[in-house]
Every structure is written in C-alpha cells, then in structure tokens.
C-alpha cells in the first residue's frame, strides 16, 4: 500500500516558473525522500530531510517537513525544461526500512 | 548515473511463464532491494537482501523470489506470472543503514510485459 499521497497529481509550467509538490504520509517517519523518474526510468536521489529537520536546500530544491502535520513539500526554483518528469516522495520508517512511496507528482516545464 | 545495471531492459513472457531479473549493484553496497512500479504508481517494495539473506519482504506472494550472490548483484525470480505483473522492476543497492544520506541508488530497470 502507499503510504504517502502526492498533490497534485500533474503539474504543467512555463520554463522560469517555481513548481511546488506537496506530499502527505501516514505514520512516524525517521526520514522522508525526494526522488525524479524521467519518462519511466529508474529513479534519481534528489534530497533527505530527517525527522528532526524543518528545512533543507539542495541547488535550486527546497524542501520542507511538518511532522505535525505528516506532511513535506518540494520546491522546484526557476524550473527549466529539464526538470520535466515524476516527483515522488518516500519515507523511511527506522532508517533500515524499506521505502514506501507516493504515486508521484507528473511535472511538465513548458519552454 | 547510479552505477546500478540491471537487465534486461525489455522483457515479454506469457501468463505461467517463468521470469529471471537481474541486477549488478553500486561498488561497496552490501544491500540491494527490488520494487515493482506499476504504471502510474509508485514504486512497491517487493523485498530487501542483505549479504545473501533476506531482510524484510513487502506484501507480494512467493512465486517472486530473490537471490543475492557474494558478489552482491541479485536475481528476481517470478514464477507462474500473471498479467497484473506486468510493470517496471527496479532495483536500489545501498550500504545497510541507507549510508550517509539514507538513499537508495535505482537502476534503470526491467519493463516486464506479461501476454
């Protein structure tokens, strides 16, 4: 079963734009991911953010967490046509657990 | 590049056929996991092994079965297939504790169509 919940589901933008992805998840996490799919592939390591972190920043990602709320978000800054691809978010439960992700957010970036 | 193969890239078999997957892992990565990503969906953690034994296992039925040599690379072995196995499967190498930054490294995959 999934246990996080990517929204929305698609996301089209002009290249330039900012691309926001939100993802929601179930239970107590020790870490939450952030993965990009290109076209069906395998998937790229994007960012971690620990359970005890609020904020992270990686180039032009920015992600978030609220533990309160079971709930993470990814900012895509000054998106480029590259960036076109799936999004998905995954938790990690102990640290030695399998991945559980979403269904993944659909992002296109319109040159 | 992850430094993950698997291969095939492509594969079509049949409803009952049997079906071999591999996967050679990231230099260093003692643990190696297999998810099967059905269209549309995430990927779904089939199961994990750790220096050739089984570390944890998602909710799929036996007919998948895994291996992992001393080498570290790993097989899928699914018996019997049946239609609804058809999907992406892909493996992810990592050091036990996820390594420094807890990722998973993912090869390209295997899309598996079952007729």
């Known amino acids: 079963s999934q246990q996080g919940e990517e929204d929305p589901q698609a996301l089209s933008i002009q290249e330039g734009e900012n691309a926001t992805m939100n993802c929601s998840y179930k239970?107590?996490?020790?870490?939450l991911q952030w993965y990009r799919q290109n076209s069906g592939r395998g998937l790229v390591h994007l960012i971690l953010?620990?359970?005890?972190?609020r904020e992270k920043h990686s180039g032009r990602l920015r992600v978030t967490l609220d533990t309160s709320k079971k709930s993470s978000s990814l900012l895509i800054t000054a998106s480029r046509a590259a960036d076109t691809a799936s999004y998905f978010c995954a938790t990690d439960a102990t640290g030695n657990t399998p991945l559980v992700f979403g269904k993944g957010t659909r992002l296109s970036v319109i040159a | 590049e992850t430094g993950v193969t698997q291969s095939p890239t492509h594969l079509i078999k049949t409803r009952g056929q049997q079906v071999t997957l591999r996967c050679s892992s990231q230099s260093g990565h003692n643990t190696v996991s297999w998810y099967q990503q059905a269209l549309g969906q995430g990927p779904q953690f089939i199961f994990q092994y750790y220096r050739e034994e089984e570390n944890g296992r998602g909710n799929f039925p036996p007919r998948f079965s895994g291996l992992q040599f001393p080498n570290y690379s790993s097989e899928l072995n699914v018996n019997a297939l049946e239609l609804d196995d058809s999907a992406l499967y892909l493996c992810a190498s990592s050091e036990l504790a996820g390594g420094p930054e807890g990722e998973q490294f993912f090869g390209p995959g295997t899309r598996l169509t079952v007729l």
């Open positions: 239970t107590s996490i020790n870490n």
């Open positions: 953010i620990r359970s005890n972190e």
